[in-house]
């Protein structure tokens, strides 16, 4: 048993060495300041480019100067339905918040992004560097009708 406690206070010994060397391995300066990382996305912004219509069936959209405020709430409907799992109008979610979104991008793009999310992911340049600010993580395509997509764009305008 003697010989049990002495090999057990031997190895005790061992292990543990000297406490100061295990200190400075593991030593954190807790004064020292970190640098903070800017978060432009690896370093690329996203463009604002009101002249960028995308690429699908969309060539031209005419607002109007006022809103079309029942075509609006079928719009939100539509959004709320479809949309809200990924996008909020006022702060990013998964995907960029919507509102103002028309000083940032056409109404063309925008409505061919809803139409054709993939081939925009894959060819646009803008709608690139928004998949790689999000993480790659992709729109889905919900399939929307150039209805359905026309409206949720004029709810668009309300935020």
Not at 4 to 22: P, Y
Not at 45 to 51: I, M
């Amino acid at each position: 048993m003697k010989n049990i406690l002495a090999v057990f206070g031997i190895m005790l010994f061992i292990n543990c060495g000297s406490s100061e060397e295990k200190k400075k391995e593991f030593e954190y300066n807790r004064t020292q300041k970190e640098e903070k990382q800017t978060s432009t996305t690896n370093n690329t912004a996203v463009p604002v480019d009101l002249n960028n219509k995308g690429i699908g069936p969309i060539s031209n959209v005419d607002f109007g100067d006022s809103i079309d405020l029942q075509m609006a709430a079928i719009g939100e409907n539509a959004f709320k339905q479809k949309c809200t799992a990924c996008h909020m109008p006022d702060r990013k979610l998964i995907g960029p918040a919507m509102s103002g979104v028309y000083n940032r991008r056409s109404p063309e793009w925008v409505m061919n992004l809803l139409l054709n999310p993939t081939e925009m992911l894959k060819q646009d340049p803008i709608a690139k560097a928004l998949l790689q600010e999000y993480n790659n993580i992709q729109m889905l395509n919900q399939n929307l009708s150039q209805e359905e997509a026309r409206a949720i764009s004029e709810y668009l305008r309300t935020l």
